[in-house]
């Protein structure tokens, strides 16, 4: 196995709008990160990944780019972005930008141009089609709700956009265009970042002629088929690769809805030069049913199953990326969790699993101190536009107030948005103004001031786990064998890692009551490493008693 900084290192996302907010308008700033590398230092991270911060209108809170090459006037300038960059390796600390390449913002001064006629040179850097009969030239919805067409009127033609309409898909086709991003990711890497994290970078080919899609169950609109894994993606990946990527020790991670680990190993295979990891989505989709707002009961065996999948089918080649949120997700605790009476411990069982798989473990900020799912309850507090779009669209079909607010409780993206929880003061010490989303009220209980000051808090726990991790005998939680044991049962979650002589037991209790932990297990005895209760050493791991939630990892050593 090839030893690589990114396979052993931690990476911590900020959404840098509901991040720190130094400057009192409400809004998250450069400034305000700034201010707090040193907890995130003390948290025992290696990588920041920030959530875009280039210019944008907002529409999508900035995955909407107008300028690929300058910084969001509420986040503050470039100066401060290599501020921030300094900083950050000051303390030897790396930064992943996103990039967001698939589409642009309607305000980017290409699309400006494209738009304003058929022959103009930029017209080409987006995709524009005549429409069929009055009606849009497909079938392709939107991500975020509607037709994926925008007709405009100027020039008599549609132009796609997969997520808002003031996203417009790039045309990947068009060398112009590869060529003005490549040379783009060039200068951000020669400003001294490490990486990038790479916006649904498996949606950038689609398929030649762009023919109907699929529909899925229960719409009208076609998705994903024709442009998910599209003919030429891995061709412009390779591209990329080859022309920038490879020139530099920075590590990549594609967001990909849509991969099984057969397609995965074509992008991150280490042989083809593509990509070093990607997110796949099998795990944020599993507890849905036919779209992400209906849920659907799930069972551990089916995450067990997943997981394990993903852990073979990476092995050899590739590497997985471990999370289970992020800024488009519920929160974890809330979500795999209970968030009510064992919020502590599940907040904890949670985090083992994500540090202890083969893997780089993501932890999205507020996750380290077990921050939840926000209640709401009234439409005028969301934010999110796919929130709202959907909103609308099931008022108009008719389903209850009452059904919609519990629907997006359980999986709006801004639950994941609320401002970060500092302290017990007026909005969390979050902002000293008004902040553009509210603060979820639970902040007096669960904050960073609270909780780095309490010994059994989640923080505490991730900094152990962090650390432990990391450390040189333990590198058999980095690139130790995987190994599922009690593969059938629907309460524990337990595996082993190995690496040569070195073998560590990890035992998770999923659910909210006690269970037994038993396994054939002889002349053997237990060294305990970290656990979420208070436990020992044991002399015999064979039938082991777990709390709610408990979580213990053990160090197997064998008795003569
Ligand atoms: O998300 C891509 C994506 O697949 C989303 O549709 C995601 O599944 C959805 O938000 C879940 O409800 C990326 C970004 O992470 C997201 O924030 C952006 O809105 C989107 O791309 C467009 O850039
Ligand atoms: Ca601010």
């Given amino acids: 196995m090839e030893r690589k900084w990114w396979k052993e290192q931690v990476v911590y996302q900020i959404y840098p ?31 920041v990944w920030l959530s875009p911060v280039y210019k944008s209108p907002n529409d999508d809170n900035g995955y909407d780019i107008s300028d690929y090459r300058d910084i969001m006037d509420e986040f503050g300038t470039l100066k401060d972005m290599d501020l921030l960059i300094s900083e950050l390796h000051k303390r030897d600390m790396k930064l992943v930008m996103d990039l967001v390449v698939n589409h642009s913002s309607d305000e980017h001064a290409w699309f400006i141009e494209s738009k304003s ?89 689609k398929v030649p002629g762009l023919p109907d899609g699929e529909k899925n169950p229960g719409s009208k609109y076609g998705y994903g088929s024709q442009y998910l894994n599209g003919p030429k993606v891995h061709e412009y990946l390779h591209m990329m690769n080859r022309r920038v990527l490879t020139k530099y020790d920075i590590m990549t991670v594609g967001e990909t809805p849509g991969v099984t680990p057969e397609i995965a190993r074509k992008y991150v295979d280490s042989d083809r030069d593509e990509l070093n990891m990607l997110f796949h989505f099998e795990h944020m989709g599993f507890d849905c049913g036919d779209t992400k707002w209906e849920p659907r009961e799930w069972k551990l065996t089916e995450l067990k199953e997943i997981f394990g999948k993903w852990c073979e089918g990476l092995k050899e080649k590739g590497w997985n990326s471990l999370y289970m949120n992020n800024h488009d997700q519920p929160r974890m605790v809330s979500r795999f969790g209970n968030d009510k009476n064992y919020r502590v411990e599940s907040a904890k069982m949670l985090a083992t699993l994500v540090h202890t798989l083969p893997g780089t473990p993501y932890i999205y900020q507020g996750e380290e101190i077990g921050m939840t799912n926000v209640n709401f309850g009234n439409i005028e507090d969301y ?3 796919e929130t709202l779009n959907w909103y609308r669209e099931k008022k108009k079909d008719g389903l209850s107030e009452d059904e919609i ?28 103004g008004e902040p553009w989303i509210k603060v979820n009220p639970n902040y007096k ?26 450390q040189e005998e333990n590198l058999v939680l980095v690139y130790g064998e995987y190994e599922l044991i009690l593969e059938e049962d629907e309460k524990i979650y337990s595996y082993f890692r190995s690496l040569e002589d070195d073998r560590l037991l990890v035992m998770l209790n999923f659910s909210d009551e006690e269970q037994i932990f038993s396994y054939e297990l002889a002349g053997v005895r237990g060294e305990l490493l970290i656990a979420n209760y208070s436990a020992d050493d044991l002399d015999s791991l064979k039938e082991v008693k777990l709390r709610p939630y408990e979580a213990r990892i053990y160090r197997v050593v064998n008795v003569a």
């Fill in 17 to 47: 709008r509901s991040f720190n907010d130094a400057n009192g308008d409400g809004i998250g700033d450069l400034k305000g990160i700034i201010e707090k590398l040193d907890y995130l230092r003390d948290l025992g991270i290696d990588i």
């Fill in 117 to 205: 006629s058929l022959d103009n040179p930029y017209r080409d850097y987006y995709i524009w089609r005549k429409g069929n009969d009055g009606q849009p030239p497909n079938n392709w919805g939107s991500w975020f709700g509607g037709s994926a067409w925008e007709y405009d009127s100027k020039t008599d033609e549609y132009y796609l956009h997969l997520f808002s309409k003031k996203q417009p898909d790039l045309n990947w086709e068009n060398p112009k265009v590869r060529e003005e991003i490549f040379e783009m990711i060039n200068w951000w890497v020669n400003k001294g970042i490490d990486g990038f994290r790479m916006d649904v970078i498996n949606m950038i080919s």
């Fill in 383 to 385: 934010r999110d536009i």
């Fill in 405 to 432: 607010m519990k629907a997006l409780y359980r999986m709006s993206r801004d639950n994941a948005r609320t401002p970060m929880q500092w302290d017990n003061s007026f909005h969390a010490g979050f902002t000293s």
């Fill in 445 to 470: 209980e669960i904050n960073s001031a609270k909780a780095i000051a309490d010994p059994d808090s989640v923080f505490n726990y991730y900094k152990k786990l962090i650390n432990l991790r990391k």
